[in-house]
């Protein structure tokens, strides 16, 4: 079965860091661009970044909000994504997903498998 | 960064009803869109990909169209497990971007 299954999160004090992790399953993990998506309460959805497949040299890309904050790494030999997010601030409380981007191939099974989504909740 | 304008934001239906999303993008993202259907406490779910292609296991009521600047979700006849959240996202650029989302509420 191809799946995504999360850890991480929780509550975290204002200026803290945290680690999200996100576990593949099911498909051939190094083929597939990472992304990380995340939604604050009762607002919309907001891409957060993504990690390219070995084949794209691995490297990141991110959204303005986190650039400078946010660090998404991989570890293909065990199927795991890493979102690290520094300096964190009220506004990055939310649900995060993660969820296998571009396949290099075609588009056609982009953003289709999601992780379960895990909260983060900044407060003092 | 390519901005994702979706209309309406909320639209009030009966069951039966058709109704229709609109995504338009700041610039062409050459059909690289996908649309997503959540609803409350739930993970989004893919309905479309590519502007047009429908997702397996998704029922045929659902559609999208359109190419380079405007793109279309349509339900053509609304039924009660429906009533969610619908949001768009190109991916031909980076950053990603999302559509605000539609909020499809029983009339």
């Known amino acids: 079965e191809v799946q995504l299954v999360q850890s991480g999160g929780g509550l975290v004090q204002p200026g803290q860091s945290l680690r999200l992790s996100c576990i593949a399953s099911?498909?051939?993990?190094?083929?597939?661009?990472m992304s990380w998506v995340r939604q604050a309460p009762g607002k919309g959805l907001e891409w957060v970044g993504f990690?390219?497949?070995?084949?794209?040299?691995?490297?990141?890309e991110y959204a303005a909000a986190v650039k400078g904050r946010a660090s998404i790494s991989r570890d293909d030999s065990n199927s795991i994504a890493y979102l690290q997010l520094n300096s964190l601030k009220t506004e990055d409380t939310g649900v995060y997903y993660c969820?296998?981007?571009?396949?290099?191939?075609?588009?056609?099974?982009?953003?289709?498998?999601w992780g379960q989504g895990t909260m983060v909740t900044v407060s003092s | 960064d390519i901005q994702m304008t979706q209309s309406p934001s909320a639209v009030s239906a009966s069951v039966g009803d058709r109704v229709t999303i609109t995504c338009r993008a700041s610039?062409?993202?050459?059909?690289?869109l996908v649309w997503f259907q959540q609803k409350p406490g739930e993970v989004p779910k893919r309905l479309i990909y590519?502007?047009?292609g429908l997702q397996s296991g998704v029922p045929s009521r659902f559609s999208g169209s359109g190419s380079g600047t405007e793109f279309t979700l349509t339900i053509s006849s609304l039924q009660p497990e429906d009533f969610a959240t619908y949001y768009c996202?190109?991916?031909?650029?980076?950053?990603?971007?999302f559509g605000q989302g539609t909020k499809v509420e029983i009339k």
């Open positions: 969820t296998r981007d571009y396949g290099g191939t075609n588009s056609a099974d982009t953003f289709e498998i």
């Open positions: 099911g498909f051939t993990f190094g083929d597939y661009y």
């Open positions: 990690i390219r497949g070995k084949a794209s040299g691995g490297t990141t």
């Open positions: 610039q062409g993202i050459n059909n690289y």
């Open positions: 590519g502007s047009s």
């Open positions: 996202l190109q991916h031909n650029t980076n950053p990603r971007t």
